[in-house]
């Protein structure tokens, strides 16, 4: 699937004062780009947009054909859950549910994928052995894991259904360099099988050299900010 982004622009409400403007930003399907930035300038806000939790002032916002900043909530939801995997930077697990709960979840607001996962108990339990997750762990709590296997388990919940884009914000700014390496093979080796896209968002460009291509907050985007 293609991701392509015209001239957005997108304002903080409030006394933030923080705007933001991406001219062009596109991935390509089957293609990982890694997007590089200082704290502060724009990357989350970016990725955001990019999954329509947050909705542009103006331009477009083009995932695999369709300018979500067209639709209505519901719709953005949808499209959002049938077409990105979305690893967040604390891997944002749920408290309360099992790993196998949690890997679950994305396929509850979206039949397509849901329909690709197959029985979809059977397909968390092969990401699982994938990724090196022992199977009993499946019926333990997501947060009695360990930092690195929560890690893989919001991996897997990235990838359940192979949703055709995933998008991952610093999810390897907690991990030593050895577990950040083990993360990208994870995280590679399923891309590569499915040819899904990927783009990824990090300040350490020594991460660069494993993505097809390579960008910068700061040849991408303009930002602003009020005098404080
Ligand atoms: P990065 O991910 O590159 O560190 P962010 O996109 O998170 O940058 O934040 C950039 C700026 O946007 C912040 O410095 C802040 O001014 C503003 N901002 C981010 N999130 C919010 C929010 N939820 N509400 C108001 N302003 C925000
Ligand atoms: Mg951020």
């Not at 997007?35 to 947050?54: M, P, R, V, Y």
Request: charged share 20%; net charge positive.
């Amino acid at each position: 699937m293609t991701l392509k982004i015209a001239d957005v622009a997108y304002r903080w409400p409030g006394r933030a004062a923080f705007s933001l403007t991406v001219p062009h930003l596109s991935v390509a399907t089957g293609e990982s780009v890694l997007l590089l930035g200082e704290s502060g300038s724009g990357k989350s806000t970016l990725l955001s947009l990019i999954c329509g939790t947050i909705l542009p002032d103006q331009g477009k916002v083009d995932i695999a054909g369709t300018d979500i900043t067209t639709l209505s909530g519901g719709a953005r939801d949808k499209v959002r859950a049938e077409q990105i995997g979305v690893i967040f930077q604390q891997f944002n697990l749920l408290p309360f549910g099992s790993v196998m709960d949690n890997i679950l979840l994305p396929l509850r607001f979206a039949p397509v994928r849901r329909k690709r996962a197959g029985d979809a108990t059977v397909e968390a339990s092969r990401l699982c052995a994938a990724l090196s997750l022992p199977l009993g762990v499946t019926r333990a709590k997501a947060t009695a894991l360990s930092v690195g296997q929560q890690q893989r388990v919001a991996v897997a919940r990235a990838l359940i259904g192979q949703p055709p884009l995933i998008i991952a914000d610093e999810p390897t700014s907690a991990l030593d360099a050895n577990s950040q390496a083990a993360f990208l093979d994870l995280l590679f080796g399923q891309t590569t099988t499915h040819n899904t896209s990927l783009l990824m968002v990090s300040h350490d460009r020594r991460l660069g050299e494993r993505f097809d291509r390579v960008i910068r907050m700061e040849d991408i985007a303009q930002i602003e900010r009020a005098a404080a």
